[in-house]
């Protein structure tokens, strides 16, 4: 979701983002306050920014998307992106020294790239190989990087401070991000990832908008939750290849 040039400036904003959280992190405290949320004051706000930002522009266009684009379309998108994904997952397996991930996401990038037409249709999941989604992130905690403070960053929404300290990594092992040239061209594929991305989230929204009482800390305990799984599976102490 990230441009070439935007990389200076993403530094910039989680450091300024670190900096506010920890000025603001002792608003938070008291019998109610969640352990992982000291922040909680600070990230609230935020999150009602990207709310805002979701409900004016966001939202509309995905659901746009989901009416002009045909199904197979969107499909062939989805798994266009997620091919490349599976590359940066490959390494990252790699990097947490996991053989079997690295394989498995190494054949699929190839199977689907040479026989999928370069990644639209997904052969690979037809044949069986599994896909582990992995990110920097992910491999900071495989060799016991603490996740630190819950945080929500503009328009990129749940993290913690280790995952933010991952983004640029991540940013460099963005194929779609670093692989195109041209300015136009990539900030159009930027654009379309966050769009189809978004779109695939529809349905879940609208679920979650009718049974959260709290949509923030419903938010914050899935995402917390689900890190926590992956992080442990990178370890062999869970089974979570999603």
């Known amino acids: 979701m990230h441009t070439r040039r935007c990389l200076p400036e993403r530094r910039a904003t989680a450091g300024l983002l670190l900096g506010a959280a920890l000025t603001l992190g002792g608003c938070a405290t008291g019998p109610q306050a969640h352990p992982a949320d000291p922040l909680e004051p ?15 522009v ?23 992106f997620a091919n490349w994904r599976d590359l940066w997952s490959a390494v990252n397996a790699v990097l947490q020294a996991r053989p079997q991930p690295a394989a498995e996401n190494t054949m699929r990038f190839a199977v689907n790239t040479v026989f999928g037409l370069g990644g639209l249709l997904d052969i690979a999941t037809e044949m069986g ?18 996740a630190g403070p819950y945080l929500v960053l503009p328009l990129l929404g ?28 990539r900030n159009s594929a930027q654009g379309l990832r966050v769009v189809d991305t978004r779109a695939g989230l529809l349905r879940a929204g609208d679920l979650l908008e009718q049974a959260a009482l709290d949509k923030y800390s419903f938010t ?11 992080v442990q599976a990178t370890r062999g102490e869970d089974d979570d290849t999603d």
Do not use: C, M
Request: charged share 20%.
């Open 220 to 230: 914050r305990d899935a995402y917390l939750a689900r890190r926590q799984r992956q």
């Open 42 to 56: 600070f990230n609230r706000g935020v999150f009602q920014f990207n709310e805002a930002v979701d409900a004016a």
């Open 129 to 146: 190989i599994p896909r582990t989604t992995l990110d920097f992130g992910h491999t900071l905690g495989r060799w016991g990087v603490p």
């Open 58 to 80: 966001l939202k509309p266009v995905a659901t746009g998307y989901t009416h002009v684009v045909p199904s197979p379309v969107r499909t062939g998108v989805r798994n266009f």
């Open 158 to 185: 749940p993290s913690s401070v280790r995952e933010t300290v991952a983004l640029p990594v991540d940013h460099r092992g963005d194929a779609v991000a670093q692989g195109i040239d041209d300015v136009a061209t």
